[in-house]
């Protein structure tokens, strides 16, 4: 791939010979269509964005200029690459809550659970190697293995996750060496792998000597059903990495968030934070750290479900209320996102512009798959709207389909 570069009044344009991974790493034509719906007319369910009136703004100030005020110049300062102690320190407490003991030396500051993901790539992935997710799942997670030029295998998945019986089969044609996967309200289905598949995850993992990499966002967004032990929590043999992150439970501007697993990979997924931005923004990671001191987290997050858990409700009962016959969708026990499968012979493609002149918008399924797409199904966001424009907005949609 080329790039021709004429920014600069240069007098004729320059040809710049890409990487060979850009061939791989493709715009979307949905992204395309994705910039229309952030127009403020339009009603979006498209985007993956937590509800802005929920952060907590007043509070995050605060931190920060405590921060100016009492610690300034060290904010400033460089600082090291695992993160800062009270800050890590923190995370292992919660952890702990959580069924996770970790030490210090277990747990890292990332920039957000994205960049975990590409750390655990870079440190893991040569050209060719075989990761495996299930089919649908997370887009920029399956856009950063492109980029590390990994072949993508899939499993499929149901009401209850990954398919996890599925894994051996792969196993029998391919060496495994990364499985990737969302165990909570997943992105995008919203489902949750059960109990009985997680045991079978973690044990197949240890018996093949593979890595999963176990992204949860969104864990702490749980407004039905009881919390079950993460994949990490079941492990005790260094197989599982689990990336966390305040993106969803305080605000995804910060870019804070974290890996924990074996004292060996995280001194490995160090070495190449360090090569990639030295350190997560100093300032970022002391006014987290000063906020978790003085903030009720716990009162927060629990009014954050409060709030999902009646907009992903509002969602559903006006899915219920207004879908035609044949559209069929998850009930998500968490998170922000459900899954829904139109009635047959419709594509989210084709009904995406559609709607969008009905002033609607969500994001359709296709670009999720990394094999074997199913134009048929779409993503619908329930987190960033209240309940009136849920029940409005799926009045639009409803109406696309029935004209169709
Ligand atoms: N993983 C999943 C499954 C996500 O949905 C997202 C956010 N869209 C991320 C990782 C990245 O989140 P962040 O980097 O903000 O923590």
Same mark, same amino acid.
């Given at each position: ?39 403020? /007319? ?37 600082? +090291? +690459? ?35 993901? /590409? ?26 293995? /492109? ?10 998945? *149901? ?76 492990? *005790? ?42 350190? +997560? ?14 903030? *009720? ?35 998500? *026990? ?71």
């Amino acid at each position: 791939m080329t790039l021709t570069s004429s920014a600069m009044p240069t007098p004729s344009p320059v040809s710049l010979q890409l990487a060979r991974r850009m061939s791989r790493m493709k715009t979307s034509a949905v992204r395309e269509i994705l910039k229309v719906a952030e127009r403020p /007319d339009i009603l979006s369910f498209a985007g993956g964005l937590p509800a802005p009136e929920l952060f907590p703004v007043e509070a995050i100030a605060q931190a920060h200029a405590e921060v100016f005020a009492k610690e300034g110049p060290a904010a400033m300062q460089y600082s +090291t +690459t695992e993160g800062y102690g009270p800050l890590r320190e923190w995370i292992c407490g919660h952890l702990a809550q959580r069924g996770l003991p970790a030490t210090l030396e277990q747990v890292i500051i990332t920039a957000g659970s994205q960049q975990g993901i /590409d750390l655990v790539a870079k440190v893991m992935l040569d050209p060719g190697d075989v990761v495996v997710v299930e089919n649908p799942s997370y887009l920029a997670a399956l856009q950063n293995f /492109d980029g590390y030029e990994a072949r993508i295998e899939v499993v499929g998945s *149901d009401d209850e996750g990954m398919r996890v019986d599925e894994l051996a089969e792969l196993a029998a044609r391919f060496p495994l060496k990364l499985i990737y996967i969302v165990p909570n309200f997943q992105n995008p289905k919203g489902t949750t792998l059960s109990l009985a598949r997680r045991h079978a995850l973690v044990r197949f993992a240890q018996r093949h000597g593979v890595l999963i990499l176990e992204d949860n966002p969104y864990g702490e967004l749980r407004f039905r059903g009881e919390a079950l032990p993460s994949l990490a929590s079941l492990d *005790d043999s260094g197989v599982v990495v689990q990336l966390g992150t305040f993106s969803k439970t305080l605000a995804p501007g910060l870019r804070i968030g974290w890996a924990v697993g074996s004292r060996e990979m995280m001194r490995a997924l160090t070495v190449v934070k360090q090569s990639t931005d030295l350190h +997560t923004a100093t300032l970022a990671q002391r006014a987290t750290a000063r906020l978790l001191k003085q903030f *009720d987290y716990d009162r927060h997050v629990t009014r954050l479900c409060a709030v999902y858990g009646e907009r992903c409700q509002t969602m559903l009962d006006a899915l219920e209320a207004h879908m035609p016959e044949g559209t069929r969708w998850t009930h998500p *026990d968490g998170g922000m996102f459900l899954w829904a499968e139109l009635p047959r012979g419709m594509r989210g493609e084709d009904i995406l512009p559609r709607a969008i002149e009905q002033k609607v918008a969500f994001v359709p399924g296709n670009p999720f798959f990394a094999a074997h797409p199913r134009s048929e199904c779409i993503r619908l966001n329930f987190s960033n709207r209240p309940p009136e424009l849920i029940e409005e907005g799926m009045q639009r949609l409803a109406s696309v389909l029935a004209a169709q």
